[in-house]
């Protein structure tokens, strides 16, 4: 794990599955219900794994050219998240990951959750994490015409955070986040302990790989405090402007 500290580094973005929280267990058993349901199809175990991070829409369509005839698109998506909100117990908050959000936020970086979660899923999993103050914007797959790896919703977290994206980071576990983030001209971190395997992410060549939890937390802990970007957010973020960049993230604009 590379431990310069990015100097011009003013924004760090996070990805939720994989990396904040550990959903890949629930995930994999929600997409193998659905696909055994509606198009009795049982795929590998580890060929699941690799469409985590990719948004629903997608996933339900990954074997429209393996089945006959017109599959049923939004009753596997219903199905989906019926199975994964009747199974939310699977879900383990990761300690270490969401503090350090928390430590972003109190040193003044600008914080963002990107995630190919649509707003519905987003909701089942966001008041765990319990971070709904240390955050400055959420971008999900509502919120962009295209999803990773495509760079627009880093993009679009970077317009409503207004920091350009040298001065930023996203870190996630797929390599979907680091081909997202890259495309939009951001640093990567790969996180170990998520959906895809350690040497795809290091394939990807990530500026930061972190092993464990709390190495991502030991990373965030040694940055700088950016103080008077830090004076800045107590009196923009967290009144006028963050209710405005959080409230899109949660239900406003879709471009």
């Given at each position: 794990m590379?431990?310069?500290k990015?100097s011009?580094?003013?924004a760090i973005?996070?990805d939720?599955?994989?990396?904040?929280?550990?959903?890949?267990?629930?995930?994999?058993?929600?997409?193998?219900?659905?696909?055994?349901?509606?198009?009795?199809v049982?795929?590998?175990r580890?060929?699941?794994?690799?469409l985590?991070?990719l948004?629903?829409?997608v996933?339900m369509?990954y074997?429209?050219?393996?089945v006959?005839?017109?599959?049923?698109?939004?009753?596997?998506e219903?199905?989906?998240?019926?199975?994964?909100?009747a199974h939310?117990?699977?879900?383990?908050?990761?300690?270490?990951?969401?503090?350090?959000?928390?430590?972003?936020?109190?040193?003044?970086?600008?914080?963002?959750?990107?995630?190919?979660?649509?707003?519905e899923?987003?909701s089942?999993?966001l008041?765990?994490?319990?971070?709904d103050?240390?955050?400055?914007?959420?971008?999900?797959?509502?919120?962009?015409?295209?999803h990773?790896p495509?760079?627009?919703?880093?993009?679009k977290a970077?317009e409503?955070?207004?920091?350009?994206?040298?001065?930023?980071i996203?870190?996630?576990?797929t390599?979907?986040?680091?081909t997202?983030?890259r495309?939009?001209?951001?640093?990567?971190g790969?996180?170990?302990?998520?959906?895809?395997?350690?040497?795809?992410?290091?394939?990807?060549?990530?500026d930061?790989?972190f092993?464990?939890p709390?190495?991502l937390?030991?990373w965030?802990?040694?940055?700088?405090v950016?103080?008077?970007h830090?004076?800045?957010?107590?009196d923009?973020?967290r009144?006028?402007?963050?209710?405005?960049?959080?409230?899109a993230?949660?239900?406003?604009?879709?471009?």
């Amino acid at each position: 794990m590379a431990m310069e500290k990015p100097s011009s580094l003013r924004a760090i973005l996070f990805d939720i599955d994989g990396t904040l929280i550990d959903t890949v267990d629930l995930i994999v058993k929600a997409l193998d219900y659905t696909y055994q349901k509606h198009l009795g199809v049982a795929l590998p175990r580890e060929e699941i794994r690799r469409l985590i991070g990719l948004p629903l829409k997608v996933q339900m369509r990954y074997l429209d050219d393996r089945v006959a005839g017109v599959a049923p698109h939004e009753q596997m998506e219903a199905d989906e998240i019926a199975y994964y909100k009747a199974h939310r117990d699977l879900e383990r908050v990761i300690p270490e990951a969401v503090e350090a959000v928390r430590t972003a936020y109190r040193k003044g970086y600008a914080v963002a959750l990107v995630t190919s979660k649509n707003r519905e899923e987003l909701s089942l999993s966001l008041p765990k994490l319990a971070i709904d103050d240390t955050v400055d914007a959420i971008v999900t797959s509502d919120d962009t015409e295209r999803h990773k790896p495509a760079p627009d919703p880093v993009l679009k977290a970077l317009e409503r955070l207004q920091v350009p994206a040298e001065q930023a980071i996203y870190i996630g576990d797929t390599v979907f986040d680091l081909t997202c983030g890259r495309a939009a001209g951001v640093q990567v971190g790969a996180v170990a302990w998520g959906a895809h395997l350690s040497e795809d992410l290091r394939a990807a060549q990530p500026d930061y790989y972190f092993e464990t939890p709390a190495d991502l937390q030991g990373w965030i802990e040694q940055l700088p405090v950016i103080e008077d970007h830090a004076k800045a957010k107590e009196d923009d973020f967290r009144n006028r402007d963050r209710a405005e960049r959080v409230g899109a993230g949660a239900g406003g604009d879709s471009g």
